[in-house]
């Protein structure tokens, strides 16, 4: 899939998040010490954090509808959805919503992936349905 916005580009803390996101799979950072999950900004707990793969699956915790481009790369493409999605495992995780359907606070979303020509892959959330 391919969506409207600018190139992302990976560092070195990030590389894996998008490394697994161009092989279209999610991972987060999961403490090895406790087995807490954590969003992919998270780089400390009480043991070495590891990559972990995840469900791919969450619920919508909240939502936006932007109506005016934060980027002109974003232009043609509004309005566009944002949700932070509570994920299976528990971390919240901002993306930009892909589809038609109306959010609500508990819908069930599945992570795709956004294959841009330039930059990294991403993360996206489709809407399942009620």
Do not use: K
């Not at 969450?58 to 936006?64: D, K, L, Q, R, S």
């Not at 949700?83 to 979303?109: F, H, N």
């Amino acid at each position: 899939m391919t969506t409207p916005g600018p190139p992302i580009d990976a560092d070195a803390a990030t590389a894996p998040f998008f490394a697994a996101a161009a092989r279209d799979v999610l991972v987060v950072p999961r403490c090895s010490g406790c087995g807490e999950w954590y969003p992919p900004d998270v780089t400390a707990c009480c043991g070495p954090l590891r990559w972990a793969v995840t469900a791919g699956r969450g619920i919508v915790v909240t939502w936006a509808v932007v109506h005016a481009a934060p980027h002109p790369a974003f232009a043609g493409a509004l309005p566009l959805q944002t949700a932070i999605v509570e994920l299976t495992e528990g971390p919240w995780l901002q993306v930009r919503l892909t589809g038609t359907d109306e959010p609500a606070a508990g819908s069930p979303v599945r992570i795709t992936f956004a294959h841009p020509a330039e930059g990294a892959s991403y993360p996206v959330g489709t809407l399942e349905g009620p």
